[in-house]
């Protein structure tokens, strides 16, 4: 499955390809949106993306934790270091966002972002994100604990923005 949009395209595959764990493992800024995961019987529980520009690999997104019955999933977004900043990452949640709510009919989309990434925060909000709880010191990262926030998107709230 491909979805493109201009100067971006994300191509599902079935597991996190080598050069991106690598990527992954390497950078200590890695800051996952969600980290559970589920495993609903016969369905899958998660949809996986490379990000690609210009046939680049610059990162992964992914829809964890779907549940069809009550078509909702997390959001996970990955962007390899010399790739961010440049908007990559609101492009990807973008369609993302579309894709679920018009293709895949979810109904709820939800997103973490721990506390100190003031970036994915601001950015989450701009898309239409709610905050809608906090998970105190849920994170352990260099020697510190830190505070997951908790977001909601609704499908009804999407369609009153477009």
């Known amino acids: 499955m491909i979805i493109k949009d201009e100067g971006i395209k994300l191509v599902s595959v ?3 390809s080598e050069i991106l764990k690598n990527k992954m493992l390497a950078d200590n800024a890695v800051i996952n949106m969600t980290e559970t995961k589920l495993y609903p019987p016969n369905l ?4 996986l993306f490379e ?7 610059i990162g992964e997104f992914q829809f964890k ?14 962007i390899i270091k010399e790739y961010r900043e440049k908007g990559f990452a609101k492009k990807t949640l973008k369609l993302a966002i579309n894709f679920a709510f018009n293709r895949l009919n979810l109904h709820r989309l939800e997103a973490e972002v721990i506390s100190f990434n003031d970036r994915a925060k601001k ?3 701009e898309l239409g ?4 709880g906090r ?3 849920a994170k352990y ?7 997951i926030i908790r977001y909601g998107f609704l499908k009804s709230e999407f369609l009153a923005k477009e």
């Open 135 to 137: 998970l105190r010191e």
């Open 14 to 16: 079935n597991a996190t």
């Open 123 to 125: 950015l989450i909000e």
């Open 129 to 132: 994100f709610k905050e809608e």
């Open 141 to 147: 990262s260099s020697g510190k604990y830190y505070d």
């Open 51 to 57: 990000i690609k520009s210009e046939e680049k690999l």
């Open 65 to 78: 934790s779907i549940r069809w019955f009550n078509r909702k999933a997390e959001l996970s977004i990955f």
């Open 44 to 47: 899958p529980t998660e949809i």
